[in-house]
């Protein structure tokens, strides 16, 4: 892996992890404004993106543990392919959902946000 993709990466995943304990809101935060996330559906911009994640939430996914199997830098962008585990709470307690994810990293005024996210 790429020294300077993985501190980035590693960065944005401390943060994406800390952002979803407290909240869709802020979770939305690291995405671009025109960013696309593609889950079980497909969300385009911040609006679609937080009723996604504040849904995910809402059935009790409270936590996140992401882990960065590849990482690159390619011109100004940053790619990251990922194995997470979202954890539950509520009546979703003491269970995990494993899966993997990938992420198209861009810098926004000093800082890394997702420009594309998929999780499957």
Known sequence: MDDAAERIAGDFIRRYEAAWTKGAEIVTELYTTDSVLV?????????????????????GWTGIKIKAVNTRKIGDVVLVAAEYAALGSGANAG???????SYVLVCVDGAWLATLHTAR
């Open 95 to 101: 269970r995990t959902l494993e899966a993997t994810s």
């Open 39 to 59: 889950g079980h559906i497909t969300a385009i911009g911040r609006s679609d993106i937080i009723e996604l994640v504040r849904g995910i939430i809402a059935q």
